[in-house]
């Protein structure tokens, strides 16, 4: 690499040398190393990739700048930068909507009632159908316990054909139904969590004690 001192006698013979035959349309570039030196070339080497660097035109003047590639420390602070940002966007488009959409607290305890109602109607009818799935369920228990192998007197005859598999669906349907349930209930819960700082932040943007 060449040094400081040499600079200004070689930059003129690196331009020359650029300016004639084919290398003439590429361009020439100006970084600085991790010493401090200053470095010219056509190229960028490998390990100063990370590097920006001017860029120079024939005289060996600057006529633009170009970003080195961002280094893994540099990545995770434009990727915070960027979910900060997005972050502030989405609370200010959620405020807007809060204003746009609400004049007074009532209307948001109001709608907040309604979506609750729906969810409360929904659960009724899963916690229903659960009670009924398990009702059949433990019927069909109670009638394969008349039979091999459930019953262990020598005497009882095998399972007949087609009620495991009733049992199997039955207790399959079960899982699946009180999952649902399951689900509905966080739901309901996330739900009015939601009315909860929509409420508390409508005040703060009205200033309402």
Do not use: C
Request: glycine letters at 4%; a positive charge.
């Amino acid at each position: 690499m060449m040094k400081m001192p040499l600079l200004r006698s070689v930059l003129p013979i690196v331009l020359l040398a650029l300016a004639s035959g084919p290398a003439a349309a590429q361009k020439l570039y100006k970084w600085v190393d991790e010493n401090g030196q200053v470095h010219y070339g056509d190229k960028i080497p490998p390990e100063y990739a990370n590097q920006d660097r001017e860029v120079l035109n024939k005289q060996g003047l600057s006529v633009g700048r170009e970003e080195g590639a961002e280094t893994p420390e540099e990545a995770r602070a434009r990727e915070e930068r960027e979910k900060q940002a997005k972050a502030a966007a989405d609370r200010a488009q959620r405020d807007r909507m809060l204003l746009a959409t609400y004049q007074n607290v009532d209307e948001i305890e109001q709608l907040r009632a309604r979506r609750l109602d729906q969810i409360d109607a929904q659960m009724i009818i899963q916690e229903q159908s659960l009670a009924n799935l398990k009702a059949r369920h433990a019927d069909k228990l109670k009638q394969a316990s008349r039979y091999q192998p459930a019953n262990k007197d020598p005497k009882a005859q095998p399972m007949p054909e087609g009620m495991a598999e009733d049992i199997a669906r039955a207790e399959s349907d079960l899982r699946t139904q009180q999952l649902n349930l399951d689900k509905r209930r966080k739901e309901r819960v996330s739900l009015n969590a939601q009315f909860d700082a929509d409420v508390a932040r409508f005040k703060e943007l009205k200033g309402i004690k």
